[in-house]
């Protein structure tokens, strides 16, 4: 099979994560674009029901004609719907299933490992990498097995634990739920009591906390798409940091791409971008972000390894810069799953 064939397609969007809306918008263009593009194409929610995966696709969808086990989980239980949503993705045969989630059961590696059960091929890293990607203590560890630069941590990996060694930071530092995205639960603290505070936060969204060096100046991500690293991009965010609505509200950051950065430290960014990618084992495409501070020292924050993919996204973005269209850019996106699994 290559790439003219009109291969068929899975798109999975929505999930129930935190990210949920954001997966909705992403998900929704890329089935158009792939629709666009000449493929067969059926969006799958995994955390839907029968009725609501209908909703999703119109009902002049083919979707009606699947024997979709009918029976309910009583009461409702979306984390066993993912599982009957698996079996009928294997039921249609997919070539590919483009993975449009966000967030926890969706760039955590839950649903990418399903789907290695299942035997069906996807789009993007696989369970082990997107499972590192998305603990950013396990990321960290990695980045420095391969001494790639990340600020700084401490990790409490339960509400109760000693916060002695606390006393000795320096402020500012930031405190993050270890395995949120979004920006989700995340407070830059400048004293002792907003440190406990943010902490407290912090373990709302995550069993485990990163309380992590401030590192001032500016904010740079990287894309990689077919190990191909795109143009870097600066975000200029209105508020002080990348902030939720900062990230998804249109006007409430300026981006700069490609970023005014000198040769120099364009090309340590790509290498340690795709440096980065590499160590975790991340394949297809992702977006790296970092921290640049006042003297042009990079510092990597995280892996997005399903970063967003609305035409206005930061991939896309870069892409564009970098001469290749959104449709282009999905293709190649699932020509290396394609390739991956041998076509
Ligand atoms: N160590 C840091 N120094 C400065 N700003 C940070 C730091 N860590 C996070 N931030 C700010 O918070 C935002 C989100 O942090 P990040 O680690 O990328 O988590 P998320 O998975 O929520 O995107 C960053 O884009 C940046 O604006
Ligand atoms: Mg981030």
Redesign the pocket.
Known sequence: MNIEDNYAGCCFVGGDSSEREVSLVTGTQVAEILKENGHDVIKIDPSATKNEQTELNGTDHHWLGIDYPEYDIQPLHRGTLYLKNILITKYLKPDIVFIALHGTKGEDGIVQSMLEAAEIPYTGSNSVSSMLAMQKDLSKIFFKLNNLPT?KAYILDRPDASRKKMKRLTFPQ?V?PND?????G?SIVNNYDDLEKAIDTAFKYSSKVII????PGR?ITVGIVKSRTLPAIEIKPKHN??DYECKYKTGMSEYEVPAKLDDELTQNLHNLAFKAHTALGCSGYSRV?F?VNEAGEPFI??INTLPGMTPTSLVPKAAKAAGINFNTLIEMIIEEALDKQGR
């Open positions: 600020p930031v993050k949120q995205g979004s920006t989700v995340l992590e060096e401030y590192i904010e940091f990348y972000d921290r924050l995280e």
